[in-house]
């Protein structure tokens, strides 16, 4: 069975950090794209990192030098390291498993994320 699970979430203040993880099963991982997205109520999702299967890693500007994302291949996980968090992170975080050359995707049900004070 191919399961997305995403853990980590929760409620921080402005400037604090969190880390996400995701946990992948049923799939072979070190062949996907693994990505982080966000939708926030009334908002469309949006990309927040993607990193390739070779470890390359692509931010959204609104999140470059506050987040960090690694891949474990060993364990199947990547982890967004989620610093100097703002209220406009506030958003339900979803992990995504793509590999385009097949067409499979797959998504977990999502961890909320929400920055206040």
């Known amino acids: 069975q191919k399961q997305i699970v995403e853990s980590g979430g929760g409620l921080v203040q402005p400037g604090g950090s969190l880390r996400l993880s995701c946990q992948a099963s049923g799939i072979v991982f070190e062949t996907f794209d693994m990505g982080w997205y966000r939708q926030a109520p009334g908002k469309q999702r949006d990309l927040v990192v993607i990193i390739t299967r070779s470890g390359t890693t692509t931010y959204a500007d609104s999140v470059k030098g506050r987040f960090v994302l690694s891949r474990d291949n060993a364990k199947n996980m990547v982890h967004l390291q989620m610093n100097s968090l703002k209220p406009e992170d506030t958003a339900v975080y979803y992990c995504?498993?793509?590999?385009?050359?097949?067409?499979?995707?797959?998504w977990g049900q999502g961890t909320q994320v929400t920055v206040s004070s």
């Open positions: 995504n498993a793509n590999r385009d050359w097949t067409g499979n995707t797959y």
